[in-house]
DNA sequence: CACCAGGCAAGTA
DNA sequence: TACTTGCATGGT
């Protein structure tokens, strides 16, 4: 399995090319773009970080004292902005209550320790917390999202109603633990579902890998 | 125009 | 424990 999971990487990567993940400056932009990218495309992420950008006020100081009701206004484009106002004060709030505002401590935590610790904040599931310490904070883990889950279960890798935590370690116990390496395969499953394996449609022709067709592609 | 997007938490049975 | 539902804008 180790040789498949290499070769279905080194497939994709010769195909796309490097991604250049996480598409952001910093380790707090990267946690904020997790939060404001819960089911929601990239684009619309975009316009809020940078009416964000705009205002001054992304960092964590500035999230910590703005006005709620601004905020909301801020992140409005990239939906959900009632709930993602909350869920990015929480993460302030995290911040400053485990590292006081200082990344570098955050990343001498463990590791272990420090998922608990994410998941625990009110808004940072699974998906959030994995991402923000690979990509912002740079810990060899592995992110599963929706286009992982399809995909790997369309080759028959993956059982169809397999787990968060299961589809991850088949990844983790299949790959060398190299943050490198997970940084940019995630990011190569992203482009290769967007681009080619998107929900409820059929897979394109083009698709670099060979996708299950008949009962997979409505998934 | 209908449906989906780099989820999550709270509610229900 | 295992489903379901609300959240909401913008692209295809």
């Known amino acids: 399995m180790r040789k498949a999971l290499l070769a279905i990487y080194r497939k994709l990567f010769r195909h796309f090319g490097p991604r250049h993940w996480w598409p952001g400056e910093g380790a707090f932009e990267v946690m904020v773009g997790a939060i404001l990218t819960q089911n929601t495309a990239w684009p619309n992420v975009e316009k809020a970080i940078n009416n964000l950008k705009k205002e001054k006020a992304l960092s964590p100081k500035k999230l910590e004292t703005i006005k709620l009701k601004k905020l909301r206004r801020l992140i409005k484009p990239s939906g959900y902005y009632n709930e993602k106002a909350k869920k990015l004060k929480n993460l302030t709030a995290f911040l400053r209550r485990s590292c006081g505002f200082e990344i570098k401590k955050l990343k001498r935590k463990k590791l272990k320790e420090l998922r608990r610790s994410l998941l625990g904040v ?23 999202d929706a286009y992982t ?15 968060y935590a299961e589809i991850q370690s088949f990844f983790t116990d299949n790959l060398p633990k190299k943050t490198k390496l997970f940084n940019e395969y995630h990011a190569l499953i992203v482009e290769l579902g967007k681009t080619y ?21 409505m998934v």
């Open 122 to 144: 009110n808004g940072i599931g699974p998906e959030t917390a994995d991402s923000i310490l690979l990509y912002a904070l740079e810990k060899p883990v592995f992110v599963v």
């Open 149 to 163: 889950r399809r995909i790997f279960s369309r080759l028959g890798l993956i059982g169809e109603n397999a787990g």
């Open 197 to 217: 394996c998107r929900k409820g449609r059929a897979i394109c022709g083009k698709c670099p890998l060979k996708l299950g067709k008949k009962r997979g592609n």
